[in-house]
T-cell receptor, first 111, second 115 residues
């Protein structure tokens, strides 16, 4: 089955700096890659996603890039704010019915 | 438009008891998924259901765990004879359709503690 690896496991940045989280996947058939943000004790919330026919997608301060050849995708957060502090999960899906999640990145934005 | 509703939010069970977790999908969603999240880990797929049908249960433990999504009412994840290792957050998700490129939306989760 698919295997998704996520790095780093923890990340601390100063407010206003950028944060980058990277994921790799193993199955070239994966075609949908969502990113979820999870605050402590809360549900994972979809923040951005990208499909395999697109190389980059941006939504305000958040962007995701996909390199199908290298089988990796990244989340970029610019101008970080304290409220960006959370655990971020990447995921990959082939069928759309089963998602394989990374182990998460705990992001701390230091005011 | 209410999101995915799960209850109970927190559940404490003694070893050997049964745990029942309920999930009502978002309005208009007929596809339900259950994921388990262990402390400090990511989400692991358990089962995918549509009304009255289990589509994919490849992530379900072979024993003690079962899931259903009846014609009427919420989806239920049932864990029989719970053990300490079952302590985790169980998240339900739903989507309007299935298939490639499908987006799923999570509920607030049910935190099971086995004592």
């Amino acid at each position: 089955g698919e295997n998704v690896e996520q790095h780093p496991s923890t990340l601390s940045v100063q407010e206003g700096d950028s944060a980058v989280i990277k994921c790799t996947y193993s199955d070239s058939a994966s075609n949908y890659f969502p990113w979820y943000k999870q605050e402590l004790g809360k549900r994972p919330q979809l923040i951005i996603d990208i499909r395999s026919n697109v190389g980059e997608k941006k939504d305000q301060r958040i962007a995701v890039t996909l390199n199908k050849t290298a089988k990796h995708f990244s989340l970029h957060i610019t101008e970080t704010q304290p409220e960006d502090s959370a655990v971020y999960f990447c995921a990959a899906s082939i069928t759309g019915n089963q998602f394989y999640f990374g182990t998460g990145t705990s992001l701390t934005v230091i005011p | 438009n209410a999101g995915v509703m799960q209850n109970p939010r927190h559940l404490v069970r003694r070893r050997g008891q049964e745990a029942r977790l309920r999930c009502s999908p978002m309005k208009g969603h007929s596809h339900v998924y259950w994921y388990r999240q262990l402390p400090e880990e990511g989400l692991k797929f358990m089962v995918y259901l549509q009304k009255e049908n289990i589509i994919d249960e490849s992530g379900m433990p072979k024993e003690r765990f079962s899931a259903e999504f009846p014609k009427e009412g919420p989806s239920i994840l049932r864990i029989q004879q719970v053990v300490r290792g079952d302590s985790a957050a169980y998240f339900c998700a739903s989507s309007p359709t299935g298939g490639s490129g499908n987006t799923i939306y999570f509920g607030e989760g049910s935190w099971l503690t086995v004592v």
